[in-house]
């Protein structure tokens, strides 16, 4: 059989294939990660822990209220978007005068405590949560075996990837929410109502990150630390892709999960640090990032 | 004052210095410290569960030695072996810590094995797993007591080879535990005739196992190796069953699983799968009154064989106190290993010179669903494997054997 730098094509395209999947978590995050920064100028460390959080809430929608997994596919985000507008309210709005460390040193301070509680509450070996009954099985590539469910997450997210970036610069709200980033007081002047618009898109970010939770259920266990091990991964996704850029936050989340995939063949004990070595590279050459604006 | 209140006082004054005769205790109490993960992926098999382990031994011995009180400290190592010897440091060089215990993952386990070294105080290694402890970096003061990597892949290792799997690629933790048991591992299966086609290394901890599993099923091997532990383990066998590899075929072994990870995964999940322990708590009547009475104080959660270690090594430091009168380490090490251990974790448990607390392990298969009466219920005991086919022979790598031989 003919291999490609040394690995038979198989093994490749099953670790393309991976990497895709593993981007498509990636991208999501960097997503709400890239729109909170662009409008709020809050880098959001709690990003993870709402992650997390979309996880258990998809758990205990389950445990305790018997609601599956493609109602709490929406629920749960809902829910997690809820406790965002109220953080936004409660405790971020205070801060968009002072400097960005203010925002990083709160939220990450949020991200501490909520991990705290859910470990306390459930340990940390993780909750089991069953894949949906539709998506069980897979199909055989010829070169791999794939589970059906990871061909959904790839879908899913691309969908919702693709929806937000329509309606961030395709819709009319979209077009409101880019004049408020360039120049939120002469929006404001127009008679639209910034606060609100801030406090939304808060609350849409974390929704997304909360839809990841819920995508990344059934293939990892339901973990208090699930969100502290890829926030860190993520947040050098956006510095790559461009802070505040949503197309570079999405095309290079599935990009580095590509990446990230071939890694973990050539030199598999790379593969936790090959991002931040790219990250590094990237700010190098073109520190505001690969699709971001130089101001 | 009259003579009879004269030789009162005189009889009560010889009893109070006769009893500080026969105990002598350098800062005039018993401090012992639980030093583990109280936060990351190791916290359930270890963690509050070895705080509260180490506190059922102390309530059990009575609370006090000679009068003297006993006192349990815990603290967070983060599972960092620097974090982990700069407290161990500090409790037996300012806080009159006398021992530390359970010190999950062996990285840091070496390290504070270190510390006690050059502090001169005793060490107890429950839930760390590298054969290191007791060869090269074994120590007079150290004690490793629960199980250790070679004790697993004889157990587990052998099992599987006997059972016909005997070609295996590993998926291994990329740090000191992960490494020793392939290491240990590998030697097992080659000796019983079986073939390793492969590893490879992850880092620690790691969430998606997709791509190294893929990498194992392209190896053809008949069995697929995690050397790792923890949530680790957990996420790679969910992940395997995700992927069609047990239905394609290939066997997994888990090469270190607690009960906890068990729990955890479901029965669905993890039935079948091999497993070498150190303590099932459905065992023996002792083990099941013990059991009951952890679980009680833990909200239901049945103990680990960590768990089980810590407190029946927090008891028999406590008791060689008691014996050898004095919290003096070097007596007190002498003491701990001239008495055998006969309690509900160990039956004639030896502590060897270089620090192996040789005992009984347990080769286990976890049931089915069907098998199983209720939550807890996991474990069916396929055989005793007896302590001296489970540990390695006392080996020279340790310095402390060549000097005695």
Redesign the interface.
């Known amino acids: 059989m003919a291999e490609l730098l040394g690995f038979?094509p198989?093994?490749l395209f099953?670790?393309l294939l991976?990497?895709l999947?593993?981007g498509a978590f990636y991208a999501i995050l960097s997503l709400g990660l890239a729109l909170i920064f662009g409008l709020l100028n809050i880098i959001n460390f709690a990003h993870g822990a709402q992650y997390m959080m979309g996880a258990f809430f998809a758990y205990l929608l389950l445990n305790i209220l018997g609601i599956g997994y493609w109602p709490a596919l929406i629920l749960a985000p809902l829910l997690v978007g809820v406790t965002g507008i109220i953080i936004e309210r409660l405790f971020l709005s205070r801060l968009y005068k002072l400097d960005h460390l203010y925002g990083l040193l709160l939220t990450f301070g949020l991200a501490l405590i909520l991990e705290?509680v859910f470990?306390h509450l459930y340990?940390?070996?993780?909750?089991?949560y069953a894949?949906p009954a539709a998506l069980q099985g897979?199909q055989n590539l010829g070169f791999?075996?794939l589970?059906n469910?990871?061909a959904w997450v790839v879908v899913a997210s691309v969908a919702v990837c693709l929806g937000t970036w329509l309606l961030i610069e395709k819709t009319k709200l979209g077009a409101y929410l880019r004049a408020a980033t360039e120049n939120p007081t002469l929006v404001q002047a127009f008679g639209i109502n910034v606060p609100v618009m801030i406090t939304l898109t808060y609350g849409f970010g974390v929704a997304l990150a909360g839809f990841a939770g819920v995508l990344a259920a059934p293939?990892?266990?339901v973990?208090p630390?699930?969100g502290s091990?890829?926030i860190i991964i993520v947040f050098a996704v956006v510095v790559i892709g461009g802070m505040g850029s949503i197309m570079g936050a999405v095309l290079t989340g599935f990009g580095l999960g590509i990446i990230e995939?071939l890694t973990?063949?050539f030199y598999?004990?790379a593969?936790?640090t090959v991002i931040f070595v790219i990250m590094a590279i990237v700010l190098l050459i073109k520190p505001a990032g690969l699709f971001g604006k130089a101001h | 004052m009259n003579f009879r209140a004269f030789l009162g006082m005189a009889t009560a004054l010889s009893l109070v210095t006769g009893a500080a005769q026969a105990l002598e205790l350098t800062d005039g109490k018993v401090k012992i410290g639980v030093l583990t993960d109280l936060s990351g992926t190791y916290s359930d098999l270890s963690g509050r569960g070895s705080v509260e382990a180490a506190r059922m031994a102390v309530e059990d011995f009575g609370g006090q030695i000679g009068g003297m009180p006993i006192e349990v400290v815990s603290a967070d190592h983060q599972n960092k072996a620097d974090i982990s010897s700069s407290i161990a440091r500090k409790w037996y060089d300012a806080e009159q810590v006398d021992a530390i215990f359970d010190l999950v993952t062996s990285s840091v386990g070496l390290a504070v094995q270190e510390v006690g070294r050059e502090s001169k105080k005793i060490v107890v290694n429950n839930a760390a797993g590298s054969t290191a402890l007791t060869g090269k970096n074994c120590s007079p003061y150290g004690v490793h007591y629960t199980y250790d990597t070679y004790a697993l892949a004889v157990g587990t290792g052998s099992a599987v080879v006997q059972q016909g799997g005997d070609s295996w690629f590993f998926v291994t933790a990329d740090y000191a535990f992960g490494h020793d048991l392939e290491n240990t591992t590998s030697t097992v299966v080659k000796q019983a005739g079986g073939e390793v086609k492969g590893a490879v290394r992850h880092p620690f901890p790691n969430s998606d196992f997709s791509s190294f599993l893929l990498q194992a099923q392209a190896s053809g091997a008949k069995v697929i190796g995690l050397a790792n532990a923890g949530s680790d383990t957990i996420n790679a066998i969910k992940q395997a069953r995700e992927f069609g590899i047990v239905q394609g075929g290939q066997s997994l072994a888990g090469l270190l699983l607690f009960i906890s990870d068990i729990h955890s995964l479901g029965l669905d999940t993890a039935q079948g799968l091999l497993l070498t322990t150190g303590f099932y708590w459905d065992r023996t009547d002792e083990s099941r009154e013990w059991a009951q009475r952890f679980a009680q104080r833990m909200g239901g959660t049945m103990p680990t064989m960590a768990h089980a270690g810590v407190y029946s090594s927090v008891m028999h430091y406590l008791k060689a106190i008691e014996a050898a009168g004095t919290d003096n380490s070097d007596k007190v090490m002498e003491q701990m290993r001239a008495t055998p251990i006969n309690d509900f974790f160990a039956e004639n448990g030896v502590i060897r010179e270089d620090g192996r607390m040789v005992h009984d392990m347990y080769l286990a298969q976890v049931k089915t669903p069907e098998e199983s009466q209720g939550p807890w219920d996991y474990y069916n005991i396929l055989r005793t494997i007896p302590g001296e086919e489970a540990y390695r022979p006392l080996s020279e790598e340790c310095p402390l054997v060549k000097k005695a031989s």
Do not use: A, D, H, T
Request: no cysteine.
């Open positions: 038979p198989q093994v099953g670790q991976l990497g999947i593993n705290g470990r340990g940390v070996s993780g909750l089991p894949q897979g791999m075996y589970p469910y990871r293939i990892y266990s973990n630390l699930m091990n890829l995939g973990k063949v598999p004990e593969s936790s």
